[in-house]
């Protein structure tokens, strides 16, 4: 097993519960009742997110000659649902941010079960990882314990706060959560530097591993929507929710259950940053790239005052 230097676990969890709640200051019940309403594309993405991404995951660590930490790792960011900067991005690309942002409602909550489940579930199905699993012990209550105290509570507080407080939402929401992201990314950057020799000793194995996984979420994201024929906007904003994870949940998970599996926390911190950068492409592609006549989002943009 890799050994590998810790950050601060209280302060992790802290800032990734600010992330959360700072997500959450907007989300109001008629974000879960758009689901209800039009359920096509947030259903479609979240059977991406929870269902063919865990799924197509278990089977390339299985086939791809990685180690069983990194294999873990990519497991382990594949159960994570949706990350918080993909509502951002989806407005950046000009796509359907109501979609995005119900599915990140509902992923969001969602993994509060989906997480613990997927990666129990994959993580003891894949040979690569079964004796990891076995070995670490993971105590499936306690990893429902921490999803809920650093998802749910977060979420349930910063729903609250923002349907008493709209005013102080609206103000406070974008620095929020661009904050917590600089925050988080900062965090990453110090956890790389503290181990700087094992992540360039390991950069070679997981730098394309990442990088591949998170083209292969993306695809699952753009695939179905386009199997399902949605309007373009719709598409991108499921590709973004797909290909953006919240890996600051992953390293949450790691460091609290197996912090000696330091190809796995590699992975998840990598994903952080890398999911960022192609994210952000894609994005500057897609808005330069108008959306049809008929397209909701630019009807909506044209009878916009």
């Known amino acids: 097993m890799t050994e590998i230097a810790l950050p601060d676990l209280t302060l992790l969890n802290i800032l990734l519960g600010l992330m959360m709640f700072g997500v959450a200051l907007t989300l109001r019940p008629a974000d879960f009742v758009r689901i209800i309403k039009a359920p096509k594309a947030p259903a479609a993405g979240l059977v991406a997110q929870f269902v063919l991404l865990p799924a197509g995951t278990c089977l390339a660590a299985w086939l791809l000659p990685v180690s069983a930490e990194v294999a873990l790792g990519m497991m382990l960011v594949a159960a994570c649902p949706g990350g918080s900067f993909s509502n951002i991005l989806t407005w950046l690309a000009r796509g359907n941010v109501a979609v995005s942002v119900s599915m990140t409602a509902v992923s969001s909550l969602a993994a509060t079960v989906l997480t613990p489940f997927n990666f129990a579930l994959y993580g003891t199905l894949n040979p690569r990882t079964r004796d990891l699993m076995t070995d670490i012990s993971l105590d499936r209550v306690d990893l429902l314990l921490l999803v809920l105290l650093v998802l749910a509570l977060p979420m349930a507080l910063g729903m609250t706060l923002g349907s008493r407080f709209p005013g102080f939402a609206a103000r406070s929401e974008k620095p929020w959560r661009i904050g917590s992201m600089v925050v988080f990314l900062a965090f990453v950057a110090i956890a790389f530097g503290n181990n700087l020799d094992l992540f360039l000793d390991q ?53 609290t259950f197996f912090p000696e599996l330091g190809g796995a926390l590699l992975v998840a911190a990598f994903w952080g940053v890398w999911h960022l950068v192609s994210g952000l492409t894609l994005a500057q592609v897609w808005s330069r790239i108008p959306l049809p006549e008929d397209d909701p989002v630019r009807r909506a943009e044209a009878v916009a005052p």
């Open 203 to 255: 950069i070679g194995t997981f730098f394309w591993v990442v990088v591949g996984h998170n083209a292969l979420a993306l695809l699952l994201g753009q695939g179905i929507a386009r199997s399902l024929r949605m309007p373009v906007s719709d598409r991108r904003a499921v590709t973004l929710e797909v290909g953006i994870q919240n890996s600051g949940l992953g390293l949450v998970i790691a460091f």
